[in-house]
């Protein structure tokens, strides 16, 4: 391998001498030739056989000399403008392919360097950083996933065992049933939000513009949560404003209605109020859920729309932190904006602005 290298290199050389031997001998022969028949011309010199057999061999040694010392000057500027930054972004792309996504190319000199590689010195280090957050956001989901999983797993297993024991009465046995059921749904929620998730982040859900009455959407998606208030003795008030049309992809939105009213229910105690607000200007429909909750600290606020992203360390809350990551997708396709306003203690209000028809 180094032989062939070492071989080629000679060639290289070779032919670089070549090429400035016949460049600079033809400029030599011509500038020559011109003198020649200038000085002919006005001073009436002729030069013999002798003169100018002399004349060609000093001038061919000339040409050779001074196309070794352009090969040589020429070689030095390659290795330093060419050789060299390719060599450096040649070896960070290797580095890069065997995973390591912090390799971060040092700018050239200005002097000497040709601008071009200036620019794909920028781009590449931007590429770097962009891959290594990439790489970074996958290494977590993945952790995440796994974490959310293991908890209904371990549940499920758990259940199933005490199934397994004999002289379960029947209350026992629908009530570790019941645990093996919530806990498949549970699986099944957050693979069916992983799966939308991705479908968005990646555009393969395209929206399906249509105008629709954007009352009668809430009011359709509460009503699916009539037992939930219901059983725990929630109070819920409304103001929604009639005759309200948007265009939106109605689906989509009714993903951002219920995982706002499933929250604020999960999250409103007992006995607890939770509103609903319909309004609206000259451009835009305003919605907002606002509950009686436990709140949301302004650390905890900050992230709550990133995915898995759970406000409870301990996780005691059933959920999977992919609702609202869900919710600022769909409201960023709408071309919407959501907000939050919370006090710790005293609940949240969450506002959502679409534009209007």
């Known amino acids: 391998m180094k032989k062939e290298k070492a071989i080629q290199c000679v060639l290289r050389w070779l032919s670089h001498y070549f090429i400035f031997f016949l460049l600079v001998a033809f400029v030599i022969t011509c500038c020559t030739m011109l003198f020649v028949s200038t000085l002919n011309q006005t001073l009436g010199i002729e030069l013999t056989r002798e003169n100018i057999s002399a004349a060609a061999i000093i001038t061919f040694w000339n040409v050779a000399l001074l196309s070794l010392i352009f090969t040589v000057v020429d070689a030095v500027r390659r290795r330093l403008t060419v050789e060299r930054p390719v060599r450096e972004i040649t070896e960070a792309a290797e580095k890069i392919i065997r995973?390591?996504?912090?390799?971060?190319?040092?700018?050239?000199?200005?002097?000497?360097?040709?601008?071009t590689f200036h620019r794909v010195i920028d781009c590449f280090n931007q590429m770097a950083e962009e891959l290594g957050s990439v790489e970074t956001l996958r290494t977590d989901f993945i952790a995440n996933v796994s974490h959310e999983m293991k908890?209904?797993?371990a549940v499920m297993q758990n259940y199933g065992t005490l199934l397994q024991t004999p002289g379960l009465?029947?209350?026992?046995?629908?009530?570790?049933?019941?645990?093996v059921t919530d806990g498949a749904r549970r699986m099944a929620t957050m693979m069916t939000n992983i799966l939308k998730l991705n479908r968005?982040?990646?555009?393969?859900?395209?929206?399906?513009i249509?105008?629709?009455?954007?009352?009668?959407q809430l009011c359709e998606c509460l009503l699916q949560y009539e037992g939930v208030w219901e059983d725990a003795e929630i109070e819920l008030e409304t103001?929604?404003?009639?005759?309200?049309?948007?265009?939106?992809?109605?689906?989509?939105?009714?993903?951002?209605?219920?995982?706002?009213?499933?929250?604020?229910?999960?999250?409103?105690?007992?006995?607890?109020k939770v509103t609903v607000c319909l309004s609206a200007t000259s451009e835009c429909a305003v919605v907002k859920v606002q509950d009686t909750g436990c709140g949301?600290?302004?650390?905890?606020?900050?992230?709550?729309?990133?995915?898995?992203?759970?406000?409870?360390?301990?996780r005691s809350?059933?959920?999977?932190?992919?609702?609202?990551?869900?919710?600022?997708?769909?409201?960023?396709?709408?071309?919407?904006?959501?907000?939050?306003e919370s006090v710790v203690g005293e609940g949240s209000v969450f506002t959502v602005t679409i534009g209007r028809c």
């Open 99 to 115: 995973g390591d996504f912090s390799v971060r190319i040092k700018p050239q000199s200005r002097f000497g360097t040709d601008e």
């Open 151 to 153: 908890t209904p797993l």
């Open 169 to 179: 009465t029947e209350e026992k046995r629908m009530e570790y049933a019941k645990g």
């Open 200 to 208: 968005l982040e990646n555009q393969q859900i395209y929206p399906q």
């Open 210 to 216: 249509a105008e629709f009455d954007l009352g009668e």
């Open 239 to 272: 103001d929604i404003a009639e005759n309200i049309r948007v265009r939106a992809d109605a689906e989509l939105l009714s993903h951002v209605w219920n995982n706002l009213f499933s929250n604020a229910f999960k999250f409103t105690p007992r006995g607890g």
């Open 296 to 314: 949301i600290s302004p650390e905890v606020g900050a992230h709550i729309f990133e995915k898995f992203y759970q406000g409870d360390p301990s």
């Open 317 to 340: 809350v059933q959920g999977n932190g992919l609702g609202l990551a869900l919710v600022k997708r769909v409201v960023d396709i709408m071309q919407g904006e959501i907000r939050v």
